[in-house]
């Protein structure tokens, strides 16, 4: 079978999970488009909004529909590195053994993950970047596939710890979860005050899952795309002969080359899941926004006159 016959699969597959997902879930199309992409492309997700938005119930699901083990890890004040990755004990007969944490899991849901302090929080360095974890000198595997989905509450900033920029830089998009429309809300009440229980087929397996992320990479792109995606990433910078003006005024860090990477492994994915067979312009500008807006730093500046994150990549598209 060629890559092409290949992306029409996909499209059908990626069609029929989102049917699957609409069961349960209901509306947030962009949001779930993008935690697909997310892990279609190898990548984590971090999901920002309000509590009681069903961040946690879409996760679930889309592990449930993909077929992937899934954990779901509380981060609170106390939490400690050996609750995610697991710790050695003494087992009388076999000396230490390591006893797994539930981060060897497919896909972890890492909820309320700006809830712990960063030294738990630099527990899931080493996870997401190697899908390895060591613990006591001895290097361990995480399974394949890997991914963290972790979400994040706006309000209530008391109790926080702000998210390291290393940290945020590992995960691939930045993810709006808004409040469903009205007609959206009625449905949702609908389905979940009634004894209504959906239940969910499997839509696509690990080994499918795995051969649809080889695929994506092996999608070829046009050098003007390339060209595109890093000059945008670059505009985002102080100090160079990309620099705009909008830049100097209102931002104090940019973006470094891991937005290039995904700029482009997230227009592919973008593309093959609407039947393109390589990504343009567009497909880089529609995802620009979850992907760039959680590594730029504003000033005070911006602040001061209203420019939002999402404004000031709307005027360097």
């Known amino acids: 079978m060629s890559d092409k016959d290949k992306i029409d699969e996909l499209v059908v597959s990626y069609n029929r999970l989102k049917s699957e997902i609409a069961k349960i879930v209901v509306g947030q199309d962009e949001v779930i488009d993008q935690v697909c992409i997310s892990i279609l492309s190898r990548a984590h997700c971090l999901l920002v909004g309000v509590p009681g938005l069903a961040k946690t119930l879409l996760v679930n699901t889309i592990a449930q529909t993909l077929g992937l083990s899934f954990n779901r890890i509380q981060f609170t004040p106390d939490l400690m590195p050996s609750d995610i990755i697991g710790s050695e004990i003494l087992d009388e007969n076999k000396g230490f053994k390591f006893i797994n944490g539930p981060i060897f899991s497919n896909v972890i849901l890492a909820d309320e993950i700006n809830r712990t302090p960063p030294k738990t929080q630099s527990a899931l360095l080493e996870a997401m970047q190697e899908r390895s974890v060591t613990a006591a000198g001895t290097t361990y595997k995480l399974p394949n596939p890997f991914f963290v989905l972790a979400t994040q509450n706006p309000i209530e900033q008391e109790g926080t710890y702000p998210l390291p920029e290393a940290q945020l830089d590992r995960f691939m998009f930045n993810v709006w979860v808004d409040y469903p429309t009205y007609e959206e809300e009625l449905e949702i009440v609908k389905k979940t005050t009634s004894d209504q229980r959906e239940s969910l087929d499997v839509i696509l397996t690990t080994e499918q899952i795995i051969a ?85 730093v504003r000033n005070y500046r911006a602040d001061a006159e209203g420019y939002s994150m999402d404004r000031i990549i709307e005027e360097l598209l």
């Open 212 to 296: 649809y992320q080889d695929l994506i990479r092996r999608i070829p792109v046009a050098d003007n795309v390339l060209e595109y995606a890093v000059s945008l990433v670059a505009k985002t910078r102080l100090d160079n002969d990309k620099t705009t003006p909008l830049t100097e005024k209102y931002i104090t860090w940019g973006a470094g080359p891991r937005a290039s990477q995904y700029l482009i492994v997230g227009a592919k994915c973008y593309a093959a899941l609407r039947g393109k067979y390589s990504p343009d312009i567009e497909d880089v500008k529609a995802i620009a926004k979850p992907i760039l807006r959680h590594r730029l």
